[in-house]
């Protein structure tokens, strides 16, 4: 059966792998097809620094009108495991996997949709301003290869990251701020029954901090989490180190940092009170944003969907994309649902119409923008 041009481009970029940090063949091959396409090809130079398989690219299509302002659109390119020899098949008009790896549909969808983009709007002679789009590695690893992209290489203030999951019409209107917290508590090691007054225990500190904790959901916008907690060698001896991880986020940055605040200082303070100790290294794994029906890209998106008679959908992310570092960096962005399902997952699919209708949304983006 002949397929539409999107699906075999969707189809040609998940057979070729590129799990995180083994990004390289795949993103070469990209940097020849937009080159192909006509379009200027910049590649950073971030790999040495990120330590993944392929620095970010950035294409720019120049405008065919004035008076337009300029517009992105990024993609990750790498894929979580297991993402080696993807074998797409197709059932009732939906893409899935065969069963024995993901369908990487997380990002390669939103990539054969920004192609499908390019050619539409060249045969169709469609009008536009200055394009630009962002092809970024390891963002299944911790937005590394977006964080690393030097935000002013874009023309662009506005964008759209496309990579969220769900039917088409979701805006992705606001996204936390994730924090991790590794914390290493130090007591003092004696016997359990001869002489425990010489000990500290770890384990009776690390429960005495927690127990100070406001866990869980904070408020309706924060919540917080001890996800781990590891210590001790057997029930006779005062246990003298407990490792804990934790997490907070918020949409509200400001909110996430003070519930952070309030852990470290039941950790520190439960530590100097049992003479104990504890060392807490912090990892900001993503920065949240929020933007409103007044701000240019949900009010383009809103529009488009409209336009293309899709309902539209204002979410809010439990997760980070690309969108929030972008967001840090003063671009304002938001993500896009493409239609994929079940990511990460043996399961993970993607109806051929929603792919289709991510493609209609781009292209009246593009129409749209002022
Ligand atoms: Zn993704």
Same mark, same amino acid.
């Given at each position: 059966m002949e397929q539409k041009r999107v699906v075999e481009t969707f189809i040609e970029l998940v057979k070729i792998d590129s799990e995180s940090k083994n990004e390289g063949p795949f993103q070469a091959f990209l940097k020849e097809k937009f080159e192909r396409l006509g379009l200027e090809v910049f590649e950073d130079q971030t790999k040495k620094q990120t330590g993944l398989g392929a620095n970010n690219?950035?294409?720019?299509?120049?405008?065919?009108?004035?008076?337009?302002?300029?517009?992105?659109? =990024?993609?990750?390119?790498?894929?979580? =495991? /297991?993402?080696?020899?993807? *074998?797409? #098949?197709?059932?009732?008009?939906?893409?899935?996997? $065969? +069963?024995?790896?993901?369908?990487?549909?997380?990002?390669?969808?939103? #990539?054969?949709? !920004?192609?499908?983009?390019?050619?539409?709007?060249?045969?169709? $002679? #469609?009008? @536009?301003? *200055? %394009?630009?789009?962002?092809?970024? /590695?390891?963002?299944?690893?911790? %937005?590394? +290869?977006?964080?690393?992209?030097?935000?002013?290489? %874009? $023309?662009? *203030? #506005?964008?759209?990251?496309l990579d969220n999951g769900g039917p088409v019409g979701s805006i992705t209107v606001a996204s936390p701020t994730l924090m991790g917290l590794d914390v290493k508590i130090k007591g003092k090691t004696a016997h359990a029954g001869l002489e425990p007054e010489k000990g500290v225990s770890a384990i009776e500190l690390a429960s005495i901090a927690i127990a100070k904790m406001k866990l869980g959901r904070i408020d309706s916008e924060t919540t917080a989490n001890i996800g781990t907690i590891n210590g001790g060698i057997a029930s006779n001896i005062v246990a003298d180190e407990v490792k804990v991880t934790a997490e907070a986020r918020s949409i509200s940055h400001e909110a996430c940092m003070k519930q952070v605040e309030e !852990?470290?200082?039941?950790?520190?303070?439960?530590?100097?009170? !049992?003479?104990?100790?504890?060392?807490? =290294?912090?990892?900001?794994? =993503?920065?949240?944003?929020? %933007?409103?029906?007044? @701000?240019?890209?949900?009010?383009?998106?809103t529009k488009a969907l409209q336009k293309i008679d899709c309902p539209v959908n204002y979410d809010v992310s439990g997760g980070g994309s690309d969108a929030n570092i972008f967001n840090s960096k003063g671009k304002e962005v938001a993500n896009l649902s493409i239609g994929y399902e079940k990511i990460h997952t043996l399961e993970e699919y993607l109806p051929i119409e929603e792919l289709e209708k991510a493609v209609e949304l781009a292209v009246q983006l593009v129409k749209e923008v002022e």
């Open positions: 690219l950035l294409c720019r299509l120049a405008k065919t009108k004035g008076g337009v302002r300029p517009l992105f659109f =990024s993609c990750h390119v790498d894929t979580v =495991s /297991p993402g080696i020899g993807i *074998e797409p #098949i197709i059932k009732d008009n939906i893409l899935y996997s $065969n +069963g024995e790896t993901i369908l990487a549909a997380d990002d390669k969808a939103g #990539i054969a949709i !920004m192609l499908e983009l390019i050619q539409r709007i060249q045969e169709e $002679n #469609i009008p @536009h301003g *200055e %394009l630009e789009f962002v092809l970024s /590695p390891g963002e299944e690893i911790g %937005l590394v +290869g977006a964080n690393a992209f030097d935000c002013t290489l %874009l $023309n662009s *203030e #506005i964008g759209f990251v !852990m470290i200082a039941a950790f520190k303070d439960t530590a100097a009170a !049992m003479g104990g100790s504890v060392t807490i =290294s912090q990892d900001k794994k =993503s920065t949240g944003y929020r %933007l409103t029906p007044e @701000h240019t890209t949900v009010k383009l998106a």
